[in-house]
Structures are given as C-alpha cells and as structure tokens.
C-alpha cells in the first residue's frame, strides 16, 4: 500500500520550493514524478505598476477548504502526495505567493492534480489580494477566466455550493 | 451566532465580526443579507450588490438560499482572489 503524505501550510513567512519539493521525495523510490506550480507577485496589475500585495485570509476556512480540495485531488487521480503552501499578508514583486506541488508514480496524475488544484485555491479558497500601488490601494477584482478554469473539472468538484 | 466579514465586505461594514441575533423570519443567508443591509448606511453599502457576496457558514462555502438555523459563524465576503 503506498503511503501518501500530505502538507498544507499558511503562513506569512516566504518559504523554499525547492527545499519543499526535496521534502516529498525524500527516502522514496516509488515516486516517478513530482509537479511544482509556483505562484509569484508580479509587479504589475492589469498593466499598472504595484508595489506589493497583501493577502487576506479567513484562518480555518482556509485551511479547510484546502483541504477539501487536496481530499478530492486524491479521489481522482493516484498520486503519492501533495503540498500546498499559500502565504498570506504583505508580499513584493518577485517573492513566492502560492506553492501546490503532486507527486505520483507516473506524470498525469502529477499535473492533471497539480492543475485541479490551482484553479480551485484561485475561485474556492477565501483568499483575497489587495494591491499596493503608488495610486492607493485597491482589491484585485476576480477573473471570469479563473471561474471558467475550475469549471472545466466538473461535476465531481461542483457538489458544493458554489 | 457570530458573523465574520473579510476584504471590501470588512472595510464597508466597518468591523471584522460581531455576534448578532436575527429576528424570526430570517430564515437564509440572502434573508440575512436583506436584513443586515437595512441595519444603516454601511451596511446598505456593504451588501448593495448581494449577488456578487459570497457566504459560508461554518467554514463551507454555501448558496443564498441555505438556511442559517444552527450556524454558529456565516461570513460574507466578495468573491476569492487567491492563488
């Protein structure tokens, strides 16, 4: 029975993805694949210069509806293990937001859950993204394009209310 | 029951949570949506466009028409940015 291990972290601290990465390998040699998606504050919004974010989060829901997610990731796809780390309060241009990383024996699963998982931390976890910006700050509207991606995964995932 | 507010939602209420007790006839989160909104101006702001705040109670997302009976904390929040 292969075991799976599971790593869900927030924090305000910025964190290594390599290290992270190493971590789910580690003294293993059923694993045959690892996906790391790796989520970066740029320093523009909408094509207007910021100087950072800051992230909202609701402690406990978040956690928990993380977890929800990582649960179904595991009911459709055979993976080994996965990592979610999310940061939150104030980030600068260039540091890690957000790290989801799939391990499993073969590559699919690895992305196709590494991909699942993304679209529904950017629509489904209570997240939001403040912009600092010379102007002012303003909160990050969000995107029609992030509802349609975690849409595509239907319907195991819509049993929730949306 | 205690109410949880985050981002712009928490910035027009004026505050990040309070303990409230609906009168008899709110019986959803959009009824209580309708009822906070009448409370005063920031509320009214607050919850002018209801169709694009989204709840949860208890830590799950849910739909307008859930009913509230039971719940010891709904939040009210735009919609999720993260990632």
Redo the contacts between chains.
Sequence with gaps: MASMTTTIRLQREAFDVAAEAAAMTRGRTDIGAVVTFT?ICRADENGAPIAALT????P??AE??IARHVEEAYARWPLLGVTVI?RYGRIEPGEV??LVATTSSHRQAAFSAASFL?DY??????????VEAPTGTA????KTA?DAAADRWSPLSRK??? | MKLVYFAWVRERVGKAEEQIDPPTGVITVGDLMAWLAGRDEQYAYAFENAKVIRAAIDHRHVRPDAVIAGASEIAFFPPMTGG
């Design positions: 989520g992230l909202e989060h609701y406990g829901m928990a509806e999310h937001i957000v993304m931390l950017k629509t489904r976890a209570p997240f939001w993204k403040q909160w990050v509207e969000a992030d929730a209310a949306k």
